[in-house]
Each structure stands twice: as structure tokens, then as C-alpha cells.
């Protein structure tokens, strides 16, 4: 049983956002490192030399520091891509990534390469003209369809800080492919039309070291649906999942 979980958050969102999944997990006896990654801690920040090798490094360094070993790193949406470069750089400290609606790394792209290229061109303007900040969407697209309330979208965007521009747009770095890690996808289900997923996420279904679960909720589970969230991640940590 592997009893260390490392939780990253997405975009826009510190340590904070995990306390529910950090409460289940600890009460089943789990020891959790939940992160805060550099330059979203407060708005305030200097982002100026933050980049995705930062937040990679920002794992990493947690991880050294506190000789974290056999470890399962949880990923969020934006995280999928700190967190696959993670396991790929220390395979001898983390045993397991779980991707929560998260996007995969690819060698050479951003995670801006996920977006069809004249939205990746406008995430980018956008980020231009939010002094280097990808800006906090509105609570009311936060719970488009999503499985929160609107008071729960509130919170959650009262609580976001912009996040570095930086960190979408430069390239992932793998040395070996995603495939060779041994991980766990979880599908949001109302986060999909139909059931449809990226043909990336899809093409790893049929990897041996892969497994995937639905949960019946949608973007924000650590909001939306914490207790499922926590009982899935407790199977993997188990080896039932």
C-alpha cells in the first residue's frame, strides 16, 4: 500500500483548493503534501521568471526535501503536465500519477498545443494583455455545466489568482514516452460531450500501465464530488483501482 499522496493543483488555484480530498485522504491514514506552486500564492507575486520548469522544479524540490519516496502524484487539469514531467525526471520518488481531467505532456509542446490554433492564439493575446497572467474566467463559465453551484463558482473565483502566462506556453520535456509511466486517468464526465475524450487521453486506454475511472461530476471533483474523489484515489493507493 503506498501511503504518500502529492497533490498539485490547476490553474488559477494554490493548496487550498484540495483541503476536502487532504481531510478524506489523511482520516484513512494517507500522509499528503498538498502544493502551492510558484507565483499563485497571491496576486501580488513577481512572475516574471516563472515558467513551467519552475513548477516542475517546485515538485521535485518538495520531494527531495522531504525524502518523499513511492509516492502518488494527484494532478489537476493544467498540472497533468507538471506532474507527467515529474515522474519522468524522478521514477525512483513517485510510483503513481493520477491525472484528474488533466492534460498529458508531450515532448516539445505546451499545453496551449491542446487548444486548436486560433484559440491557442488568443489565450496567448489574452495573456499579452494581462501583464503575463492567463486571466480568471467568470464564475458563471466556472459552472457552466459543471456540477457546482453558482455559489461554489464564487467561491472558488474569489479565491483564484491569474495564473503565469509562462507556464502554458513553454514545451514539455520527456525523455522517455508517457505511455512507460504507470498512471491513472479520471474522466469528468460531465466535462464531456457524448463521452468524447482527446484522442491523446483516449490512445492510453489500451497501455497495460495505464487505467482510467469516471466519476459523475464534472471539472472541480476536489469541489464538486471530494468524497468519490477521495475513495477513488484511496483504490489506487490500495492497488484495488
Known amino acids: 500500500m503506498k501511503n504518500h499522496f502529492v497533490l498539485i493543483p490547476g490553474p488559477w488555484m494554490g493548496a487550498w483548493v484540495w483541503e476536502p480530498v487532504t481531510r478524506g485522504l489523511r482520516s484513512l491514514g494517507y500522509q499528503v503534501h498538498a502544493l502551492t506552486l510558484s507565483g499563485l500564492a497571491s496576486p501580488d507575486a513577481d512572475i516574471s521568471a516563472v515558467d513551467l520548469d519552475t513548477h516542475v522544479d517546485d515538485v521535485l524540490s518538495a520531494l527531495e526535501r522531504d525524502d518523499l519516496r513511492d509516492v502518488i ?18 521514477p525512483d520518488r513517485v510510483a503513481h500519477t493520477v491525472f484528474v481531467e488533466a492534460f498529458l505532456p508531450h515532448d516539445g509542446k505546451s499545453m496551449l498545443h491542446a487548444f486548436p490554433e486560433r484559440q491557442r492564439a488568443d489565450e496567448l493575446q489574452l495573456i499579452a ?16 455545466g459543471q456540477d457546482l453551484s453558482l455559489e461554489q463558482a464564487q467561491w472558488l473565483v474569489e479565491r483564484f489568482v491569474g495564473h503565469p502566462g509562462h507556464t502554458l506556453s513553454q514545451p514539455a520535456v520527456l525523455t522517455r514516452p508517457l505511455a512507460q509511466q504507470r498512471g491513472t486517468y479520471v474522466v469528468c464526465a460531465k466535462e464531456h460531450f457524448a463521452g468524447r475524450i482527446s484522442p491523446d487521453i483516449a490512445a492510453l486506454r489500451s497501455e497495460p500501465n495505464w487505467t482510467f475511472h469516471t466519476l459523475d461530476t464534472g471539472h472541480w471533483p476536489m469541489v464538486s464530488a471530494p468524497d468519490s474523489l477521495v475513495a477513488l484515489l484511496s483504490g489506487v493507493a490500495s492497488g484495488s483501482e
Open 73 to 90: 502524484i494527484v494532478a489537476h487539469s493544467y498540472s497533468g503536465i507538471v506532474a507527467g514531467q515529474v515522474a519522468d525526471r524522478a
Open 129 to 144: 494583455d494581462n501583464e503575463g497572467r492567463w486571466p480568471i474566467p467568470d464564475a458563471a463559465v466556472v459552472a457552466d
